[in-house]
C-alpha cells in the first residue's frame, strides 16, 4: 500500500540509494506542509516517491509492488521523472535519457587548498548554462538551490582565480544516508587543470554516507572512475 508521508520519520527506514538521497534530501528541505512538495511511501520502504511542482523521483527495489506503483504514478500524474533504469522497465514506462550511476569508492587524502564554500549564485548558474545544463530560469534555479543550501541539504563548492569562477560542483542532495553529487561545471578556458576532479572529491570525502553521481552521458564515466567513483547502476529519465 502506499500513503502520504506526513512524519519524516517513515523515511528513515529507506536504504542509501541515490534516489533516497533526494527523495530524503527533499522532505528536510520542505517537509510535510507545502503544496507543490508531497512525498509517498510503500509498505515500509519497498518503494517511495517524491514530486516536487510535477517533477517526480521513485525509488523501488525489487520487492516492490510495480503493478500498483504504475497505476499510482498515472494518478498523481508527473511532468518528467527520474528513477533507476531497471526500475523504469519494470514500470514498462519509455526512457528519454539514460546513462551511468557511479558510487565514490577511494580511500585517498583530498587537498582541499583554495576551495570556496560558497560563490556567486549568478556566477555558478551562468557557468552551468554555459556548460549545457538545462537549468530554467535564474529564480526558480535559486529558490530551490537555496533552499537546500540553506537547510544544509546541499553544499556548494567552487575555485576561483583573479580572472574569477574557474569551476563549481554541489552535493545537490545531501540526504539522511547518502549524498547524491552533480553540476560539475568547468569554464572551458579553464579545463584540464585538474579543478573539477579537486571539488568532487572534496565533496565526496566529506559527503553524509555513501557517495554518488549521476553521469550526463557515458563518455564522463572514465572521468569519474579517475576521481575515484565506479559504476554501480544506471539512471532514466522519463517524460509524462
Do not use: H
Not at 533507476?84 to 569508492?105: G, M, P, Q, R
Not at 567552487?158 to 580572472?163: K, Y
Amino acid at each position: 500500500m502506499i500513503t502520504l508521508v506526513s512524519d519524516g520519520k517513515a523515511l528513515d527506514v529507506l536504504p542509501a540509494d541515490p534516489f533516497c538521497a533526494r527523495i530524503t534530501a527533499l522532505f528536510d528541505t520542505y517537509g510535510a506542509d507545502c503544496d507543490f512538495a508531497l512525498f509517498w511511501i510503500q509498505d515500509e520502504g519497498r518503494a517511495a516517491i517524491s514530486r516536487i511542482d510535477g517533477a517526480a523521483t521513485v525509488y523501488a527495489d525489487e520487492n516492490a509492488d510495480y503493478e500498483e506503483l504504475s497505476e499510482f504514478l498515472k494518478a498523481i500524474g508527473y511532468s518528467d521523472m527520474i528513477c533507476n533504469k531497471t526500475a523504469a522497465e519494470n514500470l514498462k514506462l519509455e526512457i528519454d535519457d539514460s546513462s551511468f550511476i557511479v558510487k565514490y569508492n577511494d580511500s585517498r587524502s583530498v587537498d582541499e587548498s583554495g576551495i570556496l564554500k560558497d560563490y556567486d549564485k549568478k556566477e555558478i548558474y551562468a557557468l552551468l548554462c554555459s556548460c549545457g545544463f538545462s537549468m530554467g530560469s535564474y529564480g526558480a534555479f535559486l529558490a530551490d538551490f537555496c533552499s537546500r543550501l540553506n537547510k544544509k541539504t546541499a553544499f556548494l563548492s567552487a575555485i576561483a582565480d583573479d580572472d574569477g569562477l574557474c569551476a563549481c560542483a554541489s552535493a545537490l542532495f545531501s540526504g539522511r544516508k547518502s549524498t547524491l553529487l552533480g553540476a560539475v561545471a568547468t569554464k572551458k578556458e579553464k579545463r584540464g587543470r585538474g579543478y573539477a576532479e579537486k571539488l568532487v572529491r572534496c565533496l565526496a570525502k566529506n559527503g553524509r554516507g555513501e557517495i554518488y553521481l549521476f553521469c550526463r552521458n557515458d563518455s564522463l564515466a572514465g572521468f569519474y572512475e579517475k576521481c575515484g567513483f565506479e559504476i554501480c547502476g544506471c539512471w532514466a529519465a522519463v517524460k509524462k
